[in-house]
C-alpha cells in the first residue's frame, strides 16, 4: 500500500478528488493504519515495531485535534511517542505549532523525526524551524562588532573574521551553521540581537533581517517548531513574533511537557539582572561611535552605572546566594547599594534621553534605560502580593526576581482562547497513575488525560537495589556513604554507570573520593560541554559519568555502554529555595499541604526523569541503585515507588552482582528478591 494511495484517500476525504481516483482500493485513512507493521512508515523507518500503546495514543491526540480538545498523554520510554502525535498532526491538515524541551531537541524533532513522517505519508506539508533571536545573527550588531575594535585576543578576531565570512553566504543566519565556536563565546551576545536591544522597523538592515525571514517561513509553514522557551517569552513579552503566528495556528503539541511549570513560571516572571545592565551600558557606547550623539556625559554615565552594579552585587557578599528579598543578610549594605543603583540608573537614562534624537540606536537605549528602571523599581519597592520577590548571585553577577506564586490562571487564559487543540505528552507527567499536580499547575483539571506504560521487558531486564545500612541524606557523612555503597556496584557493573546527584557540593565530594579509586575511565560534569563528555562516554564503553542537574533528563545512551544508574538521594528540591518557600506558605494559609501536593509530587517527577536514563531500547539491561533510605522508611516512599517502572527490588549485593555475571554464571541462580 503505497504512500501516494495515502495522499489520494486525504484528498478524498477532504471531497477534493472524485472517489474513482482512489481506484477501488482500502485507503488507511487514520492515525492506527500508518502505524501498523504494513503502514507507510514502517518501510521508511528502520526497525520499526508496532505497539498497540502507540497505537491507542495517536487515536486519541487524532480525536482530540479532531474535537479541538484538550488532552495529556504520558507515554514511557519505547512507546514510540514522537511518532504517536507526529502522525495525527500530519494527517488532520490543520496547522500545528509543536513546541519540545530543547533547542536540540527542537532540530531532532524538524531535521530528523518530521521528514521521515512527511515522506512515508507523502502530505505535502510545509515546515519551519523558529527559535529565538539570540540563535540568528543581526547584521546591525555584527557591523557594531566590526568597529568597536574591542576583541583583543587573536582567537576571537579570527572567529569575528569566520563569522563576517559566513555571514555573506549564509541563508538563515542560525549560529548554530557555524562549528568551532563555543555556544558561551562572548562573540556571541555581540552579533545577535535580544528583545531589548532589537531595532525593530528602524533598522537598516530590516528587510533582509534574519529574524523577519525565520518569522515569514513560521508564518507560511503547515508545522512550525519551536522550543517551550520561546513559546512562553511570547506569551510572556508579545515580542518573538507568535502575535501573528499563534492566532493562525489550529493545535499546539508540547513533547517534554513536564517541564511547562517551571518554564512558564520562569517566564512570567519580571527579572533584572547585572547581565542586562552592563549590556546596557556596552551597546550604548557601541552606539555612540556609530551616531556621534556630542553628548559629552555619556561615556562616564556608563561607567558610573557598571560601577554601580558591580558594587551592588558586592553588597550581597562574596559567596553565592539565592534568597527572598526580605531574607538579607545584611539589609542596610543592599539598601544603600541600591540607592545608588538606582541613582546611576535614572541619571545614565537621562543622558540617552537627551542623545536618543541622534539615531536609532540611542534611542533604543534610552528606551531599555526606562523600562530597566521600571523594573527595578517594582521588584524592589511594590512588589505584588501575589508575586515573590527574591534574588539569585553568582560569583560576579545578580539577578533580581519577581516570580508568580502561581501560573495556572494565566496559561488557562491562553490555553482557553480561540478555537485550538492542546495536547501535552511527555513520559513522565503522572504520580502513581495521576495527572492532578500536572493539571493544578497549568489549570487543566478538566482535562481528558491517558497513560501508557512503557512496553519495555523491566522485570526481566532490570533491577533495583536499595543498598542497606546508609544513614538520613542529613548525614554529615551521606555522600561518602553513598560512594562506600556505590563502589561494589560499579565494580561489578564494569563501569558503565551514571552517577546522579542532586547538588553540586555531593557531586564534587564523590569526584574527590572517585579519581584514585577507579579503575574505569571517570568523566565528571564541568569538566567538559555535556555533548562531549556524552561522547567519550559512549566511545569509551566502561566510563563512569558524575553528573547532575541537565544530566538527569534529555540524555539517551542506548547499549551495554550504560548499564547501571546511581542516584545519590531523593530529588526534593532545596527547602531554602525563595519560590518554594513563598508558594508553600501560600498553600499553608489556604489550609493545604505542601509538602504532598507540591513538593513530593516534584520530586516523583525529577526522579521519574532520572531513572529513565537507564532503559532506552528494548535490548537494554541494568541495574538502579537508588541509595535513599527513605524510600523504605517513609511512608511517602511508597508514591516513588508506585511511580517507577515494575524492577525487581533487591537489598543484596550479591543479586546485583550475579545480574552482571557473565551469561551462563546468571542462569545457575536467578536473583533473590525483596518486596517493596
Known amino acids: 500500500m503505497g504512500p501516494d494511495l495515502l495522499y489520494a484517500a486525504r484528498q478524498l476525504i477532504a471531497g477534493t478528488v472524485p472517489a474513482q481516483e482512489a481506484q477501488g482500493h482500502p485507503l488507511p485513512v487514520t492515525s492506527k493504519d500508518i502505524l501498523v507493521a504494513e503502514g507507510p512508515l514502517a518501510g521508511r523507518l528502520e526497525g520499526f515495531t508496532p505497539r498497540r500503546a502507540q497505537q491507542e495514543m495517536a487515536a486519541r491526540i487524532e480525536q482530540a485535534l479532531a474535537d479541538c480538545s484538550t488532552f495529556i498523554a504520558e507515554s514511557g520510554t519505547g512507546t514510540g511517542k514522537t511518532f504517536a502525535y507526529l502522525v495525527p498532526a500530519l494527517l488532520s491538515g490543520k496547522k500545528i505549532l509543536i513546541s519540545t524541551g530543547t533547542r536540540h531537541l527542537q532540530d531532532q524533532l524538524f531535521h530528523r523525526d518530521l521528514p521521515i513522517v512527511r515522506d512515508a505519508l507523502a502530505v505535502p506539508v510545509t515546515m519551519a524551524l523558529l527559535k529565538g533571536r539570540a540563535n540568528y545573527l543581526c547584521r546591525h550588531h555584527l557591523e557594531g562588532a566590526d568597529t568597536e575594535a574591542r576583541f583583543g585576543g587573536k582567537r576571537d578576531q579570527a572567529n569575528l573574521a569566520r563569522i563576517r565570512d559566513w555571514a555573506g553566504r549564509t541563508k538563515h543566519g542560525d549560529i548554530a551553521e557555524i562549528d568551532g565556536i563555543p555556544e558561551d563565546s562572548e562573540l556571541w551576545p555581540r552579533v545577535t540581537s535580544t528583545a531589548e536591544n532589537c531595532l525593530g522597523g528602524g533598522c537598516s538592515h530590516y528587510d533582509e533581517c534574519f529574524v ?7 508564518l507560511a509553514a503547515d508545522v512550525v517548531v519551536v522550543n517551550h522557551h520561546l513559546f512562553f517569552a511570547d506569551l510572556a513579552l508579545r515580542e518573538e513574533g507568535f502575535g501573528q503566528l499563534l492566532p493562525g495556528v489550529e493545535a499546539v503539541i508540547f513533547d517534554e511537557a513536564h517541564q511547562l511549570p517551571e518554564v512558564a513560571s520562569n517566564f512570567f516572571s519580571l527579572t533584572l539582572s547585572s547581565h542586562q545592565l552592563l549590556g546596557l551600558c556596552r551597546d550604548a557606547i557601541a552606539e555612540e561611535h556609530k551616531e556621534h550623539s556630542g553628548v559629552g556625559e555619556l561615556p562616564q554615565a556608563a561607567q558610573q552605572l557598571e560601577k554601580a552594579a558591580a558594587d551592588f552585587r558586592l553588597a550581597f557578599g562574596v559567596e553565592p546566594k539565592r534568597d527572598s528579598w526580605g531574607r538579607l543578610n545584611d539589609p542596610r549594605t543592599v539598601h544603600a547599594a541600591l540607592a545608588e543603583l538606582k541613582s546611576r540608573l535614572t541619571r545614565f537614562g537621562a543622558v540617552l534621553d537627551a542623545a536618543a534624537g541622534k539615531g536609532q540606536g540611542l534611542a533604543n537605549c534610552a528606551r531599555r534605560a526606562s523600562e530597566l528602571l521600571d523594573r527595578l523599581l517594582t521588584i524592589s519597592e511594590n512588589p505584588p502580593a501575589e508575586y515573590v520577590a527574591w534574588y539569585e548571585t553568582t560569583t560576579r553577577a545578580f539577578t533580581l526576581y519577581l516570580t508568580p506564586l502561581d501560573i495556572a490562571t494565566a496559561f488557562k487564559q491562553y490555553a482557553g482562547a480561540g478555537k485550538k487543540a ?34 519495555f521487558d523491566y522485570a526481566r531486564r532490570t533491577l533495583l537495589y536499595i543498598p542497606p545500612g546508609l544513614p538520613m541524606p542529613s548525614a554529615p557523612d551521606y555522600t561518602d556513604a553513598v560512594i562506600d555503597a556505590a563502589l561494589p556496584v560499579l565494580r561489578a557493573s564494569r563501569g558503565r554507570a551514571f552517577l546522579l546527584f542532586t547538588s553540586h557540593r555531593a557531586l564534587k565530594a564523590a569526584a574527590a573520593r572517585l579519581r584514585d579509586a577507579l579503575d574505569f575511565p571517570l568523566l565528571i560534569q564541568g569538566d567538559a560541554p555535556r555533548t562531549e563528555l556524552l561522547r567519550r562516554f559512549r566511545a569509551a564503553g566502561n566510563a563512569v559519568l558524575l553528573g547532575t542537574g541537565s544530566f538527569w533528563e534529555g540524555v539517551d545512551v542506548r547499549g551495554e555502554a550504560l548499564s547501571c544508574v546511581i542516584i545519590d538521594k531523593l530529588p526534593f528540591a532545596s527547602p531554602d529555595d525563595p519560590v518554594l518557600q513563598a508558594r508553600a506558605a501560600a498553600m499553608e494559609q489556604a489550609g493545604r499541604s505542601p509538602f504532598m501536593e507540591y513538593q513530593l509530587p516534584e520530586a516523583v517527577i525529577a526522579l521519574k526523569q532520572g531513572v529513565g536514563r537507564l532503559i532506552r531500547d528494548e535490548t537494554d539491561r541494568g541495574v538502579l541503585v537508588l541509595c535513599d533510605p527513605r524510600l523504605l522508611s517513609k511512608g511517602y516512599g511508597k508514591t516513588f515507588l508506585a511511580s517507577l517502572p515494575p524492577m525487581p527490588l533487591t537489598r543484596t549485593l550479591e543479586d546485583v552482582e550475579r545480574f552482571f555475571a557473565p551469561a551462563k554464571r546468571a542462569r545457575k541462580a536467578e536473583p533473590r528478591v525483596t518486596e517493596a
Open 422 to 455: 492542546w495536547i501535552f505528552t511527555s513520559a513522565t507527567l503522572a504520580i502513581n497513575k495521576s495527572f492532578a499536580h500536572f493539571q493544578s499547575q497549568l489549570g487543566l483539571e478538566e482535562t481528558e488525560t491517558g497513560l501508557w506504560d512503557s512496553p
Open 212 to 218: 523577519n525571514r525565520a518569522r515569514r517561513e513560521a
